[in-house]
């Protein structure tokens, strides 16, 4: 039963990663947009991309690899995948949306899977190599390997509690 949990874990990693891809455009790198242009929910799945790496970062301090993977496993599996995916699709499908929305939302789906990567590697660097290598340039990455990237720290300024707010009342 874990494996087989492991492996939808894997395919879950898998499929999102590829949702990415298919939003891209693989011709040029992704530009990082204004602010401005964020959605509540790019601005919330950045702000819980942050509140997960000072997590991970903190577990991994004190030796403990367990709560750091579970953390991973829920901000990936719930956070990034349940909903951000989800609430990503509106502002990609809508023609009539703004172009520089849905221009924020390609970056924020491309640089938050590509620093997520960053984090899981310890945990599973086979498929998080694989998919960067096919992520990464669309950011302007072009090291040989993940494993020359830092890797992600907190940083306070991208949490955004009123986002956290909205999206929980959505919830």
């Known amino acids: 039963g874990r494996t087989e949990g492991f492996r939808n874990f894997c395919n879950k990693i898998w499929n999102a990663a590829r949702y990415v891809l298919m939003n891209s455009n693989k ?25 997960a790496t000072a997590s991970i970062t903190s577990t991994m301090a004190s030796y403990r690899f367990d709560l750091a993977s579970q953390t991973l496993h829920e901000f990936i599996w719930t956070e990034y995948c349940d909903w951000y995916l989800e609430l990503s699709k509106p502002i990609l499908w809508d023609e009539e949306n703004n172009l520089d929305k849905a221009k924020a939302t390609k970056y924020v789906l491309l640089s938050t899977m590509e620093r997520t990567l960053r984090l899981l590697h310890p945990f599973m660097p086979f498929i998080t190599e694989e998919l960067w290598q096919k992520l990464a340039p669309l950011l302007g990455k072009n090291n040989a390997s993940i494993m020359l990237e830092p890797y992600p720290t907190f940083d306070v300024s991208a949490v955004d509690t009123e986002a956290e707010e909205h999206i929980a009342w959505l919830k």
């Open 27 to 51: 011709e040029e790198n992704v530009a990082k947009p204004s602010p401005k242009d964020y959605s509540v929910a790019d601005r919330w799945i950045l702000s819980q991309f942050e509140h």
